[in-house]
Each structure stands twice: as C-alpha cells, then as structure tokens.
C-alpha cells in the first residue's frame, strides 16, 4: 500500500506514517507539505489512500481535494484540526471518503485507513450478475472498469459514491434503507452517521441531475433511505 500524505507539519507527516507502519510494516509512504506538490505527486505517483491536511501554505485542501477529483478517484481521508460541521460536508460533497478531526486517537485513525482503503479492494466483478453492463436511459454504468457516465460524459465518482450508485442500481426501483447503504460503504462494525450518508448521496444525486435530459436518479423516500428511479 502506498500512502501519499499532504500534511504541512512535518512532525504529523512522521506520526502518521509511524501509526501506519505498526499496522502495515510493507507500507510506503510519500509525502509533501504543499498543496500544489500533493495534486501533481498523486497524479505521477498513483498512491493507494491520501492523507490531506487543509491547511496548507500554498493552496486550501478543498482546492487540493478538487484537484485530485478532476483526474483520479483515490481514497481520501481528511486529517484536519477544522472541526467545523460546514467544514465536513463541504469536504464529502467534493469527494473525500471520510473526515477526521485532530489531535485524534491512533486506533480510530488506523480503521479509518483500512476503511477506506478496503472500497478500493473490492472485486470490480460482482457476483450479483452475469452482466457487465447496466443502462438505463442516457445512464451507463460499467460493472468491470467501474466507469459511470452520461452520454458521452464521464463522471468523477469517488469510490463512496460508486459504492452508494452500486447498491441502489442492483436495487432499481426499490428503496435501499440508510442503514444497509451505510454498512455497504462504511462496513457492518461501524456506527451508523446518517449525516454522512445523506451528504455522500446528495452529492452524488446532484452530479446525476446536473446532465440536461437525464431523467434517472435518486429518489428519497422519506427516511426510510433511497432507490435509483425516473425523476
């Protein structure tokens, strides 16, 4: 696993690769205090997670996460003393897969990197079906290169948000609770935010509908949770 770290104290860029290293003694690690760096590193490098502070001296980490979205779906998880609500759901509707607040506890910070990580392991080849196609309408999304797209537009999904269209097209037209879109993307032992969920999905709902013309995306239903249907 190679680990790109965005960070602008070098002394967190140490303890972070240290608490990484315990758990995973193979693990490699690159790493940059500028925010310009860190776009250009994650596109050359190709690294498996990033690790992003948002205060850098160059560039804000929004911009940075932004950057990154335009080119690459690598898991991120934002590592930031911002504890701000506005600050989390503005870091999740741009794409980062998860959001941690400093000083925090090595262990939490561990799962977080194994959670995330683990949405990028995922076999691209389902067992649900013999198809490697699903299309409706000027909908197409590609079972085996997790490619999803909208006419002849690509869409930049983070790895969450493929995971949440995932479950809900194998469930066309049936409503997916909350709790099992959570336990898909964030895994069945952790504790369920619904916060972070609604803020995940509402983003991707929002790229669906942003195409002219297309008329399929997510529906609520109440509380109850979501289902992929015509609007």
Known sequence: MKILII??????????????????PEASFISTTLG???????????????????GLPDIDGFQVLHK???FSNVPVLILTVREEEIDKIRGLELGADDYMVKPFLPGEFLARV????????????RDYTDEKTFIRGSLRVDFVSREVSIGDKLLKLSPTQYEILH???VNENKVVSKQKLFKKIRGPKQTTNIEYLDVCVEGL???LEREPGHRISIVKENEKGYKLANR
């Open 114 to 125: 194994r959670a995330v990580h683990r949405r990028r392991e995922i076999p691209k080849v």
């Open 205 to 207: 709902k929002e790229m």
């Open 167 to 169: 479950e809900l097209v």
């Open 36 to 54: 310009e760096t860190g776009v250009e590193m994650a596109r050359r490098e190709q690294p498996d997670v990033i690790v992003l502070d948002l």
């Open 68 to 70: 990154i979205r335009s």
């Open 7 to 24: 960070e602008d104290s070098l002394d967190i860029i140490d303890a972070v690769a240290q608490i990484i290293e315990l758990r995973w």
